[in-house]
């Protein structure tokens, strides 16, 4: 299966993150192979004013800082970030150097090493393993030591692998979640996306 190019990745968020939907994330876990289709995401930064809600924009004056660096490229990076003292979150990295942009990877549909989500995700439900994006980092094994991984090589143990196009009728977008104290406009942005009424999308909002 073809790995996405660095070329893929070096677009603005918003264009990336609707294109990654169908696409085949996979983790080599121990030599095995963990794999889901991405069914969510959201964008981040890409815009003419800062995002508030991006890291890489609300903090230090839109300056690069040791947690944030990664955000700001070369594209094709991973972005993996720990949040409220006990999730993992994964990002890719996107855009042009220079700039703060990144897609958060938010739900998955398993398709390949259920054995080992199950076990990472012990004592969960299948439709629980990866709708939401602590819950596939943890299926997937994701932490800190993937933080600036190169996704368009298979050295570093993840990579997205290309999948046919999602025809755009079945994408649908809304704002996006988790945004805290986030000022308006940029908590009301349509800049999540995913497939439609697919069981894997987080939360309750598959329509």
Request: aromatic share 10%; with cysteine.
């Amino acid at each position: 299966m073809r790995i996405l190019s660095q070329e893929f990745y070096a677009r603005p968020a918003r264009l990336v993150a609707p294109d990654l939907l169908g696409k085949r994330l996979v983790r080599n876990y121990d030599g095995q192979r963990i794999a889901g289709l991405i069914v969510e995401t959201e964008a981040y930064c890409d815009a003419e004013e800062p995002d508030l809600a991006c890291h890489g924009d609300r903090t230090n004056k839109g300056r690069p800082t040791p947690r944030t660096k990664v955000m700001f490229g070369p594209a094709g990076f991973g972005y993996v970030y720990f949040t409220y003292g006990m999730h993992w979150m994964f990002n890719v990295v996107t855009g042009k150097t220079g700039q703060a942009n990144a897609v958060l990877i938010r739900a998955l549909e398993p398709v390949e090493g259920e054995w080992l989500i199950a076990r990472n995700r012990a004592g969960r439900e299948r439709a629980d393993w990866t709708n939401g994006p602590a819950k596939l980092a943890q299926a997937l094994a994701i932490d800190g030591t993937l933080n600036e991984v190169c996704l368009f090589k298979t050295e570093g143990g993840i990579w997205i692998e290309d999948q046919p196009t999602i025809s755009f009728e079945n994408i649908s977008t809304g704002p996006r979640v988790g945004l805290g104290n986030t000022p308006e406009p940029w908590i009301s942005k349509p800049w999540r996306y995913w497939l439609t009424n697919n069981r894997y999308v987080s939360g309750k909002n598959r329509g």
